[in-house]
């Protein structure tokens, strides 16, 4: 399993960041974000989402 975590901002308030966790399970997710930019799931995020700017990401082991 691999964990894709999103830094994001408010646009209305932007010193205002909190941190979005997407653990994964499916290999094709789980390649994608290990081998390169999990694009279509950061897109996703963003769409469903529309407050919020989206200011880094990562993938890795999911946190505990």
Known sequence: M???????C???RPQLCEEFHMPFLQPMVVAECVTRQPTFEIVRWASEH???TIRKWTCGPPST
Not at 2 to 8: F, P
Request: glycine share 8%.
């Open 2 to 8: 691999v964990e894709l975590v999103v830094l994001a």
């Open 10 to 12: 408010l646009v209305t």
């Open 50 to 52: 529309p407050g919020w």
